[in-house]
């Protein structure tokens, strides 16, 4: 087996080797399955183009239950570890543990490695069941803070000593009436970090050429938190990007050719919007807990959970998390039954974040020509009529004669 190396990061961009070391935790319930056909495809598609030349080397690492019967440490410090060291990682779902302890895995991945932009791309592959008329107009990312909101894990128990105080205080100190048996959560809205991700927002849009990026917001109701998110965005993009930008007030909502349009939505309306008319919207920027609903809403736009892919990217050191963005769905687990297109996806919006973006062109080729031809897993399968229902191991080798099939066609 070739020698693999270390990606590094320099002047801002990731120096990728011909065999970097990857490391991977499988995930729970139905985890090793999807990861098996995930790791498969990844192969194959590193392999039909450039043979031994280049080779992901993988390295698993422990995380979840699996981490907890074999060391006692649902997340041992070594994991945290390796994903400094090697920089960027993939995983599976994990079970979040129930009662004391860590909150959520993934929260605690997100927070502990900053990886402040949880990246959301939303595309329908034609053939996919969708509940809207015309899923084809939908084509979106969205960039949704990871770090903060009250997301970020600030509660206070109801009837305990600090919830108790804190009430007394805010009373004593702002005349805020708050009832005594209430629970408390914080929301931290800060300038720099929601300035730090309407920037990857804004410099994605720039590179993929997008037409606009919306920031999504509760600033009506929440002015200093949800209100200031809105306007430390349009502050960064007219400070960091004057003339690549328009706001909606300067050309009414008509960009000229070449430029992106830099409007905002409360959030409420653009539930409604990005169902009744998603091609008005490109890139998004939002703030935690609006990125959570909205990303999972947008979802089921395209095929559900099943589909969705997800990054978490600290754009500022190159780390990078991978993930289906679904759960463990016990019920399956080693049932070699369910979708693995949202962990083969996440592996795609991996492969672009090294720079392998040949790769995850011809797998997401390969993923279009298995829905079109309707040989899918059972979630798809029960919506698709005429379809074959496949295995999650069987749909992983379709995907892989589809690539050697395009790459014998030339097709790439
Ligand atoms: P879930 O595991 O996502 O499963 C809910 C339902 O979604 C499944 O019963 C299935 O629906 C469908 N589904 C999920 N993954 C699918 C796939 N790959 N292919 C096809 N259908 C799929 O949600 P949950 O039951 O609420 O959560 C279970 C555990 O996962 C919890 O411990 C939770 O904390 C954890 N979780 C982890 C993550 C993560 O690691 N990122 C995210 C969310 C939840 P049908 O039964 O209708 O077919």
Redesign the pocket.
Known sequence: MAEGKIISFNEGALEVPDFPIIPFIE????GPD?WRATRVVVDSSVNILWGEKRQIIWTEILA?EKAYNHTGNWLPPETLESLRTYRVGI??????P?GGGIR???VTLRQKLDLYACVRPIKHFPGVPSPIREPRKVNMVVFRENTEDVYAGMELKQGTEQAMALIAYLRNNYGWEIPADAGIGIKPISRARSRRLVKAALEHAIKQKRKSVTLVHKGNIQKFTEGAFRRWGYEIAEELYPDITISYDQCNGMPPEGKILIKDAIADIFFQQALTRPDEFDVIATTNLNGDYISDALAAQVG???MAP?ANINYENGYALF??????????AGLD???????ILSACLMLEHIGWEEAARLIEEALAEAFLNKTV???LA?LMPGATEVS?SKFAEIVCENMKKASQLNLF
Do not use: Q
């Open positions: 995930g729970d319930g139905i999807i979840g995983k599976g779902p994990l079970t979040t129930v959520s895995l993934n559900g959970v099943g997800g993930e289906a963005t679904h759960g463990t769905a016990p019920k399956y039954k369910v979708n693995p297109s949202s962990l897993t059972y979630d029960r999650c």
